[in-house]
């Protein structure tokens, strides 16, 4: 299972590999890293249908990862990978817009791993 | 009047009761007839003119009669008219002091410009289109000059004659023009000018020719015929005698005739021709005395007798001599009396006149005394007035300057309020970004703290298994998550302390500050401010430090709320369209800001400075917004989301509190960049 990572902050990707270690180890998993939205878009298309499940941040320079979310979800009908935000900004609106656009999750950072872990064993079975 | 005429009548009574020479019926019948006062007056014009030169009492009457007639109906310039006339008369007849106060009355009516148009009726047998009021001004001065001419005043005389000429060339008057040119022919001719009186004469003709009005022509060759025998042309002199005497008998003026007769009877007797003397003589007399014309000046009843008397004693008859010799000495004696009477009372007269013209300057001066002392207290009260205006107005602006003064003050503690109000302004919209913001850390102290106790527990089996390398290598990784706790934790620590550096008020303090991580920091703060109040909001943010420029003395909160004020300025303007909208309706307008910083080296007599500019790629500032941008209280922001303050304030902070300069370039459609310059 190939999962895109999408966060402007260099250090996610560390702590995702270090908080994935086990599945990444097993085989489990595939972690692939994007810094901003657009890097996302360019990813997607290069490697279409590669990525099953995408975790975005929302606040990021440029595109946000709202519009991110968009994209994907316009593009990529059948099937969609499935998109979860995870954002510093756990507010309603930020959290409705969301699920407007057709998230489906919202996490709010500090990330609990615990429960992300769980999540994407329930998502993805 | 009556005096007068009882005198006359007591001496000649014998004469008066045939000398009445009636007017022609047809003359009294247009008076009998007229139905209304301006025929009446028209009547009683041509009867006067009529009786002029023939009857001194009857054109007297028919005079006064029009000045009634005028006066009852305030015809003015008619009014004057009848005075002149009846002044004419009064002459004639040697009463000097009533012509000169009837003249005098003239006067004044026709030196007033008031009575210019007064022309209804009119004031002489000719027609005139010209001005009635200057005619009457010639007029009056003629028989001003009349009067003095007949009370031996030759200097006035001369005077009025020439004013009286003066007015009728004005106004191209030929027959008052004539006139006055005869008279003044006889006033010079009198004061022994011969010359000159006959260029006159002769002028006098010329208008008579012009004019056809030949009522006085015997007169002017009279005159002529005079100064010809003083130049001693005796023949010509003759013939201007006779000439005289045929066209006064023409024109039946027979004051004129009187004249005439009597220069021939004194040249006859210079000739010693005793029949023609005693003719011219005897024929004098029989006017004279139907004129009433027993008073004048040079002809008189007492120089007639003379005349008689004088032709007699070239004969020899005694009893003639004699008889004519005693009337002479009595009618001269009387007469004499009458005029020495005349002129007493005009003197008297014109001395009260004169007295009279005194006391009215007198009068006049005292007026002009009063009026100005009246114009004097006037203008002390208003001065008065005015003191008291300016003492009320100057209290009044004392009390309001206390008014001012308590708003003044009032005003500073509003200012100050807001000041505080804008700061908790700017500060509320970091709250929402910091809050957030330190999610972010938190999340990293948090995650990475937690793979570290799962390491942990990993090197502890690693260990009792005695696997060495591998519990070397997670020591590695707990190390480099402790490098990133210790990171990020002091990243949050920096948050929170840049907020309440902030909200703090500035300590005033400079210090040495990183001027590129303070922009840094702003720049994110400000973004995501901005970004937790409106999700939809987006923009490109662009960095370009210049890392060479190290630590510089500024306070860094005052510097900070500046940069944060630009940015969220540059945020706001960046997406919006300029005015009227994206010209290209597919282009796609992506908001930037860029911050940038520089340095410059000491030139043109200014020291190394550091400058931090913001840029925006939006509308643009309007010239007529860019006057007010620096204002207090001055937005473009919809009503309740600026405070008008940021700028104002941020040129303070610069100018003021750091001696530096704010700067702002912008084109429109293209957008604004704002410089702080920051002296080193």
């Keep these: 299972m190939k999962i895109l990572v999408v966060d402007d902050e260099k250090d996610v990707q560390v702590l995702f590999e270090q908080r994935f270690r086990k599945e990444i180890k097993n085989g489990e998993m595939e972690l692939v890293f994007a810094f901003s939205g657009e890097e996302a878009m360019q990813y997607m298309q290069a490697n279409e249908h590669e990525a099953v499940l995408i975790l975005s941040d929302i606040n990021m320079p440029g595109m946000s990862g709202l519009e991110l979310l ?42 609990d791993f615990t429960s992300l872990k769980e999540k994407l064993k329930t998502k993805l079975v | 009047m009556k005096y007068f005429s009882k005198i006359v009548l007591l001496f000649f009574l014998p004469f008066f009761a045939t000398a009445q020479q009636a007017a022609p019926d047809s003359l009294k019948n247009r008076l009998l007839k007229a139905t209304n006062d301006l025929s009446r007056y028209k009547a009683c014009g041509n009867i006067y003119n009529y009786y002029e030169e023939t009857n001194r009492d009857s054109a007297y009457y028919n005079a006064e009669q029009m000045l ?31 012509a000169h106060q009837t003249l005098l009355e003239a006067f004044t009516i026709v030196e007033n410009q008031k009575n210019e148009n007064q022309e209804s009726w009119p004031v002489s047998s000719i027609s005139f289109s010209g001005s009635n009021r200057l005619l009457m001004l010639s007029y009056a001065h003629h028989i001003f000059a009349i009067l003095m001419w007949q009370t031996d005043n030759k200097e006035r005389e001369i005077f009025h004659f ?23 022919g006889r006033s010079y001719f009198s004061i022994d000018k011969p010359d000159s009186a006959l260029i006159f004469e002769n002028q006098a003709k010329e208008e008579a020719r012009k004019s ?146 005194q006391n009215l300057e007198k009068e006049k001066a005292l007026y002009q005394n009063k009026i100005r002392t009246y114009a004097l207290l ?172 190290g630590k510089i003395n500024i306070i860094p909160q005052d510097i900070g709320r500046v940069v944060l004020n630009l940015l969220t300025n540059a945020f706001y303007a960046a997406p919006l369209p300029p005015e009227g909208g994206f010209k290209d309706p597919n282009y796609k307008h992506e908001p930037t800001v860029t911050i940038k910083t520089s340095k410059n080296h000491p030139s043109g007599g200014r020291g190394a400075e550091v400058l931090i500019s913001v840029k925006d790629n939006g509308p643009g500032i309007p010239q007529k917004v860019l006057d007010k941008i620096f204002q207090p209280f001055f937005t473009t922001k919809p009503t309740g989301q600026g405070t008008g303050l940021g700028l104002s304030l941020s040129y303070d902070i610069v100018t003021k509190g750091h001696g530096g300069e704010l700067k702002v370039e912008t084109k429109e459609g293209e957008g604004t960049t704002f410089i702080i310059i920051l002296p080193v």
């Design chain 1, 70 to 111: 968009r994209h994907i979800k316009e593009k990529y009908e059948k099937p969609p990978p499935i998109v979860m935000m995870i954002t510093a900004y756990g507010d309603d609106e930020n959290y409705n817009q969301a699920m407007q656009l057709g998230a489906d999750d919202f996490l709010t950072k500090p990330v």
């Design chain 2, 68 to 98: 009634l007639l005028s006066r009852r109906h305030n015809e003015k310039l008619a009014e004057a008219y009848s005075l002149i006339q009846m002044g004419y008369q009064l002459i004639g007849m040697g009463r000097y002091a009533p």
């Design chain 2, 162 to 184: 020439k004013e009286a000429r003066r007015i009728s060339t004005t106004i191209n008057h030929s027959i008052r023009l004539g006139l006055a040119n005869m008279n003044l």
């Design chain 2, 212 to 357: 056809g009005f030949k009522k006085y022509l015997g007169q002017v060759y009279q005159i002529t015929g005079e100064i010809y025998l003083k130049i001693g042309n005796r023949d010509l002199a003759r013939q201007y005698l006779y000439r005289a005497v045929q066209t006064s008998a023409e024109q039946n003026n027979r004051n004129s005739l009187s004249g005439n007769y009597f220069t021939l009877t004194k040249f006859y007797l210079a000739e010693m021709q005793k029949d023609s003397a005693l003719k011219y003589a005897m024929l004098n007399l029989s006017i004279i005395k139907t004129l009433g014309l027993v008073t004048g000046r040079t002809v008189n009843l007492g120089t007639v007798y003379e005349n008689i008397y004088l032709a007699y004693k070239l004969t020899n008859r005694h009893d003639s001599i004699f008889k004519y010799q005693e009337l002479t000495l009595v009618t001269k004696d009387s007469l004499s009396k009458i005029r020495i009477k005349n002129l007493t009372d005009f003197q008297t007269s014109s001395f009260g006149e004169a007295i009279r013209l």
């Design chain 2, 378 to 549: 006037a203008g002390l009260g208003v001065f008065l007035l005015i003191a008291l205006i300016l003492y009320r107005n100057n209290r009044q602006k004392q009390k309001a300057n206390k008014v001012l003064e308590s708003t003044l003050a009032n005003l500073k503690s509003t200012q100050s309020q807001l000041v505080q109000s804008e700061k908790m302004a700017s500060l509320g919209e970091l709250t929402a970004g910091i809050a957030h913001e330190i999610q972010n850390p938190l999340n990293f102290v948090n995650n990475f703290s937690e793979v570290n106790k799962e390491l942990l527990v990993e090197m502890k089996d690693e260990l009792k298994k005695g696997n060495m390398e591998e519990v070397n290598s997670l020591a590695d990784d707990v190390i480099d998550n402790e490098d990133k706790i210790i990171f990020h934790g002091k990243r949050a620590d920096a948050i929170v302390k840049g907020m309440l550096q902030h909200s703090r008020s500035s300590s005033g303090v400079k210090e040495p500050t990183d001027i590129n991580a303070l922009c840094d920091e702003y720049l994110r703060l400000s973004y995501h401010g901005l970004r937790a109040k409106d999700k939809s909001f987006n923009a490109t943010m662009k960095t370009d430090f210049d890392t060479s420029i």
